[in-house]
């Protein structure tokens, strides 16, 4: 008995490597870039005329401080003042961690490592939101970040 080989396999062979090599060349080359792209944003909001600065003031470690984060409400204008710095003027590290994730489309996740005494945390919103927050390891004191739509932006 004979084995006779159909010159169907090897093309059907051929047609499936040729066809995963595209697949994979396209998921590298087009996918992959535009997924990761950062938005256009336009340059008057990466840029605003002014910075908005809100402080961790001296204190804020003790529960029965009122005043921690100075101003508890910001509200912040898309290319106005949407660049924010927190600055820490307390003794004791602090975080800002929003309650719910948050990722802006351009800056990315929003939330700081440890802020150390006299060092600053700084990131640029770029889209609407309304963003409550807190430091994690002092969970009473809590503040409130909210973008809006800024007249320049128009």
């Not at 840029?47 to 804020?60: E, F, H, L, R, V």
């Not at 990722?103 to 609407?128: M, R």
Request: charge should be negative.
């Amino acid at each position: 008995m004979s084995v006779s080989v159909s010159h169907a396999y090897g093309i059907g062979l051929i047609a499936v490597i040729v066809g995963a090599a595209i697949g994979i060349g396209y998921y590298q080359l087009y996918y992959i870039p535009e997924y990761n792209a950062k938005p256009i944003i336009p340059e008057k909001v990466l840029n605003p005329g002014q910075t908005t600065k809100i402080s961790i003031i001296a204190g804020s470690v003790n529960q029965d401080q009122q005043q921690n984060f100075v101003p508890k409400k910001q509200e912040v204008q898309l290319g106005v003042d949407n660049v924010v710095v927190w600055t820490n003027q307390d003794q004791a590290a602090h975080y800002v961690t929003p309650v719910t994730a948050y990722k802006d489309s351009y800056s990315g996740d929003f939330g700081s490592d440890a802020i150390l005494p006299d060092k600053t945390y700084q990131f640029v919103f770029t889209q609407e939101a309304k963003i409550p927050y807190y430091c994690k390891v002092h969970p009473w004191m809590k503040g409130e970040i909210d973008i809006v739509h800024g007249a320049l932006t128009s």
